[in-house]
């Protein structure tokens, strides 16, 4: 089983060996809500038998953005609807040969067959779809209004730093931050796509914003995400493009 931990009542977090990368599951009167479900093939396996053992069943999905890792699917969750955001979901279909591609020759043809089959549309749960084109275009998170949890996708982590989409369009991202801003000052938990599960999702929305103005600016952050696996050939490549 993929351990899933409640950050808040009825909102489960398992977080994957790649990446700290997170599948959120939100129940509503014993349906699950499944959000970007990842991402080894033994750990949606590993999910399936954790759902089935809180006795939880997949009404749907969503995918908060159009990346390889943010488009599984396995086929136990079952053929229910998948949503996304229009610019995703199209996304996911003319991106369709590259996704695959970045998934690795090794990866099982069932899952390969069932990655990014998404349709634009909102989930029935109680839900506030919040678009924006930061990171990749029409990315979108998800907020939970009663419980204030914002389900970020690829932003506000506490691990990586901000990874405009190519061309590394910063101004995009910088729309993005003002357009979570109000979610994040509410928010009491957020979960962002790869990293932990916090409490400070507004201290995050500021680190990011600082970031990318000292880049713009100087040229050069001491932002302390550098040091994370990753972050250092990101980080070179965000200074020469800004350079
Ligand atoms: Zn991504």
């Not at 489960?12 to 499944?34: F, K």
């Not at 084109?133 to 998800?142: I, L, N, R, S």
């Amino acid at each position: 089983m993929l351990a899933l931990h409640e950050v808040a009542p009825g909102v489960l977090v398992a977080t994957s060996r790649v990446m700290q990368t997170t599948s959120t599951v939100v129940v509503e009167a014993g349906r699950a809500l499944l959000i970007d479900p990842a991402w080894m093939p033994d750990e949606l396996d590993a999910l399936v038998a954790s759902l089935r053992e809180r006795g939880l069943t997949v009404a749907e999905g969503f995918a908060t953005h159009a990346h390889h890792d943010h488009l599984l699917w396995h086929p136990e969750f079952g053929s229910v609807p998948r949503w996304a955001s229009a610019r995703t979901a199209e996304l996911a279909r003319l991106e369709r040969d590259a996704l695959v591609a970045a998934l690795g020759a090794g990866f099982p043809a069932e899952l390969v067959e069932l990655m990014g089959r998404v349709d634009a549309g909102s989930p029935t749960f109680d839900v506030e779809l919040v678009v924006h084109d930061g990171h990749a275009p029409g990315h979108t998170a998800v907020w939970l209004p009663e419980l204030r949890v914002l389900v970020a996708g690829d932003m506000l982590s506490d691990v990586e730093l901000p990874l405009p989409f190519w061309p590394d369009d910063v101004p995009a991202y910088e729309r993005a931050l003002d357009v979570l801003e109000p979610y994040a000052r509410s928010a009491r938990v957020v979960i962002p796509g790869h990293g932990n599960v916090g409490t400070d999702a507004l201290a995050r929305l500021e680190a990011d914003r600082r970031y990318l103005a000292d880049m713009r600016r100087v040229g050069e952050s001491t932002d302390p995400r550098r040091a994370n696996p990753g972050m250092a050939q990101e980080y070179e490549r965000l200074r020469e493009l800004l350079a």
